[in-house]
């Protein structure tokens, strides 16, 4: 059931600006120039794995990070999105969605740890915020859709 207490775990909120909040899960913009690179958190209070949350929201989980995956690719140009969660830092179930180029600065190992972080620019974070959310809007994503 989702929570009117919900908070993202500390960590993640330093490391991410807010995009938009969907049926399930707050989506969240790594700020890391280096990657396109979105979260999926589940506004789910205590939710650590996956098989924490009812069968009908592990389900919605599944839906929406699918359509944040298709709407990546289609998005952001790369060769392949790695979609994951491991949870060793930070505790709180989230879903990485990074869209990856063969010869990007982590090729072909993952992300994490990797290198350090490059922030974007305030101007370019607020571009790829705009962009997301435009993009990421439910009513245009969930409303009526069979994707």
């Known amino acids: ?57 592990q389900t ?3 839906r929406e990070s699918m359509v944040l995956g298709r709407w990546m690719s289609e ?16 505790a709180q179930l989230h879903v990485h969605h990074v869209a990856r ?8 190992g993952p992300v994490w740890g990797s290198g350090t972080a490059q922030p974007y620019t305030p101007t370019a974070l607020a571009e790829k915020v705009a962009l997301c959310q435009r993009g990421l809007a439910p009513e245009l994503i969930f409303s009526g859709s069979t994707r």
Request: charged content about 25%.
């Open 1 to 57: 059931m989702l929570s009117k207490t919900f908070n993202v775990d500390g960590r993640l909120s330093g490391d991410t600006e807010f995009i938009i909040d969907w049926p399930l899960c707050q989506v969240l913009l790594m700020n890391d120039a280096r990657f396109p690179w979105l979260i999926l958190v589940p506004r789910i209070e205590d939710a650590r794995e996956p098989f924490d949350l009812s069968e009908s929201e």
């Open 60 to 62: 919605h989980l599944w």
């Open 75 to 90: 998005t952001f140009t790369g060769d392949k999105l790695n979609i994951g969660m491991l949870g060793n830092i930070v």
């Open 101 to 108: 180029s063969v010869g990007d600065s982590a090729w072909p």
